[in-house]
């Protein structure tokens, strides 16, 4: 049994992530963290009684339970300084929070050495496997169709635009690509034409009904060539929340995506 954590307990993804803790065999819910619902018994919020554990706003919490896995759904505001705590208290973490930048990255990285990597650190934009499997698609189309721009959708109440997966889309393609394609920035009215992420265009949707959606189109001559996911339901995220928190006790280090995670051949 794995003693995990939710932070962010109280929020969307936070509740689906404990409720998949809460049914899987392997894994025991042992602490909830959140700055709203404290006092409220996370159980009864995901409807399993059984579960004794009320939802604090303390970290200190995950010690007191004996968390040997942290799980992080929080907001990009927060998230280092939780992935700080966790690593300076030799807690291991599961990251789906996004808006971790690249200096974040590095940060995180350094902080596992000077610590002695007492804990690892898995780090996700996208848990769900069709979108890394996106991902991988358009990095291998990316070889032979120069021209991309990338389209998300996301609902109205995420709190930030591009969407993590929009930016670690554009890394895969980059990492693949030797030149950019930038294409025509001729706007009549500002921000017409996307935002630029590292030399790709990216148009963020944000409406209601949507949960999260992406369209990478590739232009060639006479044709395009358009990869897409949908995550029609949260519950899309769950099979990879929790192969990354029984993955995390023994992957050293940081490791950042799900894809190394699921032993993929290597592109050809
Ligand atoms: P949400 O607003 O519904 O939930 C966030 C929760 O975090 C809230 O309950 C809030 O009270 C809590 N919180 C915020 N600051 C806190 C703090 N300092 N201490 C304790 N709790 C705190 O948001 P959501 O829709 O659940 O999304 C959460 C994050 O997950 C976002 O960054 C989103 O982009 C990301 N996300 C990632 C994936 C993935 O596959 N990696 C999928 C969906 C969403």
């Not at 998949?20 to 009864?44: F, P, Q, T, W």
Request: with cysteine.
């Amino acid at each position: 049994m794995i003693r995990v954590g939710v932070i962010g307990a109280a929020g969307r993804m936070g509740l689906r992530v404990c409720r998949a803790v809460a049914v899987a065999d392997d894994l025991r819910l042992v602490a909830a963290i959140d700055r709203s619902k404290v006092g409220h018994e996370i159980g009864k919020m995901i409807g399993h009684p059984e579960i004794d554990v009320p939802v604090s706003d303390e970290l200190d919490r995950l010690l007191e339970a004996d968390v040997e896995v942290a799980i992080d759904f929080t907001h990009s505001e927060v998230v280092m300084d939780t992935i700080r705590w966790c690593i300076s208290h030799a807690v291991h973490v599961v990251v789906g929070t996004t808006g971790v930048t690249q200096e974040g990255i590095q940060e995180i990285e350094k902080l596992l050495s000077d610590e002695g990597h007492e804990s690892n650190v898995v780090i996700a934009s996208n848990f769900a496997l069709g979108a890394v499997l996106m991902q991988r698609f358009a990095a291998q189309a990316a070889r032979y169709f120069p021209a991309v721009e990338i389209i998300e959708l996301h609902h109205d109440q995420k709190a930030d635009a591009p969407s993590g997966t929009a930016v670690s889309t554009v890394h895969r393609i980059r990492e693949d690509r030797e030149h950019t394609w930038r294409g025509p920035l001729d706007e009549t009215l500002e921000g017409v034409r996307g935002g630029d992420v590292d030399g790709i265009r990216v148009h963020s949707v944000r409406l209601p009904g949507l949960v999260a959606h992406q369209e990478v189109i590739f232009g060639g001559e006479g044709q395009t060539l358009t990869i897409r996911h949908d995550s029609t339901d949260r519950s899309s995220f769950m099979p990879g929340v929790l192969m990354a928190a029984r993955a995390v006790m023994t992957r050293p280090g940081l490791t950042v995506g799900l894809e190394p995670l699921l032993e993929l051949p290597p592109l050809p």
